[in-house]
C-alpha cells in the first residue's frame, strides 16, 4: 500500500520560516499530482499548494502566494513545501496528497486518492 509520510512540523514564531517534506513509496509517483491541504482546529480541511506532475506548473492559495513554495524531486520521490513569513492563521495540520488522475492539478480535496497522516505547524505571536 502506498503510503505518504510528512516531516518537518513544529513550532516556530511569527515571521519565521519551516520547510515540509513528504516522502512516499509509491512506484510512479512522478505521474501524480500532488498537493499541500492544512486543517485547523475546528475547521475544514482547506487547499494549500498543488503542483503538476513534471513540476513546471503550480498553484497557491491566495493565502499563501508569495510566502509559500511547493516542489517536488521525483528521484526521491518526495514533495516539499517551504513556508516562509509564517503568520498565526497558518498554524493547522499539514497534509499531503496525491492526485493519480491524468487531468490538471486539483485544490479539491476529494480530487485526491492517497492521503499523509499529517505534520503540525504551531506559529506562535
Known amino acids: 500500500q502506498v503510503q505518504l509520510v510528512e516531516a518537518g512540523g513544529g513550532l516556530v514564531q511569527v515571521g519565521g520560516a519551516l520547510r515540509l517534506s513528504c516522502a512516499t513509496s509509491?512506484?510512479?509517483?512522478?505521474?501524480?499530482?500532488m498537493g499541500w491541504f492544512r486543517q485547523a482546529s475546528g475547521k475544514v480541511r482547506e487547499f494549500v499548494a498543488a503542483?503538476?506532475?513534471?513540476?513546471?506548473?503550480?498553484d497557491y492559495a491566495d493565502s499563501v502566494k508569495g510566502r509559500f513554495t511547493i516542489s517536488r524531486d521525483n528521484d526521491k520521490k518526495t514533495l516539499y513545501l517551504q513556508m516562509n513569513s509564517l503568520k498565526p492563521e497558518d498554524t493547522a495540520v499539514y497534509y499531503c496528497?496525491?492526485?493519480?488522475?491524468?487531468?490538471?492539478?486539483?485544490?479539491?480535496?476529494?480530487?485526491?486518492?492517497?492521503w499523509g497522516q499529517g505534520t503540525q505547524v504551531t506559529v506562535s505571536s
Open positions: 496528497a496525491a492526485d493519480r488522475s491524468y487531468g490538471s492539478t486539483s485544490s479539491v480535496p476529494d480530487e485526491y486518492d492517497t
Open positions: 509509491a512506484r510512479n509517483f512522478s505521474k501524480d499530482n
Open positions: 503542483i503538476s506532475r513534471s513540476g513546471p506548473s503550480a
